[in-house]
């Protein structure tokens, strides 16, 4: 009965941790990393279509990435959607493919990648909690209809909030070792 509503619950919030590493992923920590370039996406023959389908992207030093397009007429639409991108990155191209330095970053930019991951820690923390009421939601709806006892009401809501401090503690875990990441000289 509310079993099935706690492994609902966690397979939402699965799925929250999942897009939150994602976006952790795009936040740059100084080194050259293909997935820095995972959010870009371009126009490619009418479809919005992701960079790494258009291109192998690889990064053959620290501080550089390289894109090969498979189709050369794409680097002027590739550099400009790097441009337009938060990444703040000066893509360089030689008629066939793309460099993209990766410059160090100032103590100020740190602080900035910091908040931002913050930010983005936050969101996630919001939508585990709002999963975390929906569920209580449903429980309580449960127990109106008379399928549910007050006591098991009382344990499900006990399960859905350890349910939802395991995942909170997750996103803290996975925020402070990006935060470390991006701190480190």
């Given at each position: 009965?509310?079993?099935?509503?706690?492994?609902?619950?966690?397979?939402k919030m699965k799925r929250t941790i999942e897009i939150y590493k994602e976006e952790l992923k795009g936040i740059r920590a100084g080194r050259a990393n293909p997935a820095l370039l995972d959010q870009?996406?371009?126009?490619?023959?009418?479809?919005?279509t992701p960079l790494k389908q258009l291109a192998s992207i690889t990064a053959p030093e620290p501080r550089l990435l390289v894109i090969q397009p498979w189709d050369v007429?794409?680097?002027?639409?590739?550099?400009?959607?790097?441009?337009?991108s938060d990444l703040g990155l000066n893509p360089s191209n030689d008629g066939k493919l793309?460099?993209?330095?990766?410059?160090l970053l100032t103590e100020e930019r740190r602080k900035e990648l910091v908040k931002l991951v913050k930010k983005s820690c936050e969101n996630a923390?919001?939508?585990i909690r709002n999963i975390r009421r929906e569920t209580i939601d449903e429980i309580k709806k449960m127990e109106k209809n008379k399928e549910l006892s007050?006591?098991?009401?009382?344990?499900a809501e006990?399960?859905?909030?350890?349910?939802?401090?395991?995942y909170v503690k997750l996103i803290d875990e996975l925020t402070s070792k990006k935060e470390e990441e991006l701190l480190e000289l």
């Open positions: 009965m509310y079993l099935d509503i706690h492994k609902e619950a966690e397979d870009i996406t371009l126009d490619y023959y009418g479809t919005i007429n794409l680097i002027p639409a590739i550099e400009k959607a790097i441009l337009k793309i460099r993209l330095p990766i410059p923390k919001v939508s007050e006591d098991d009401r009382k344990a006990n399960e859905t909030q350890k349910i939802t401090d395991n």
